[in-house]
């Protein structure tokens, strides 16, 4: 069976790529040994031959089928919607650059495992916040042009969010993520340190 949203995340990710084109070069990170990830692409000789602080390619890869949110969904009791858990855990990657009507934004990714768990703690801090404030629970999936706004779904209804920190979501954006991942348009951003 299709899943609509996985298909467009795949679109939005390879029109990412396909900005860089076969060129190896036009999507660049800095190698560093202590935050490896399998989105560098290297193989066993080159690996042994690269520098720490070095540039090097990288692509987004998928991550295993068995990455999840249900440590985070049992930590905060609460249910995740499954197309932010697919933002989330289908693919290891720098965060995404990309353009709406509106402005700017960066799609947050995980580079790694040791990343990926590291999204879920901040995740839960900003949950735990907006309890302590009362506010509407939030799960935010990426940040914008604007200083201290940042993209959230509303766990309750799944609506996407336009959402100003430690502030109430006043803007709704779209009726759930599908939609809004559907008006991106990637970023020609293609060097990434």
Known sequence: MSNPFVENFDTLVNAYIDLAGDDDRQLLTEYDVDWFSPCLLLNKTRLADV??????SWRPQLQPASSHLGDLAKALEIEIHPQLETLFCRYYSHDLPASTDRGDL?????????DFERLQKNLISHVLMKRRLKQPETLFFATTDQEDFIISIDVASGKVMLEQVG???KEELAEDLNAFITTLRPRNVVVTF
């Open 167 to 169: 502030k109430v979501p």
């Open 51 to 56: 520098a720490d602080g070095e540039q090097t």
């Open 106 to 114: 960066d799609i947050l990714q995980a580079w790694n495992q040791d």
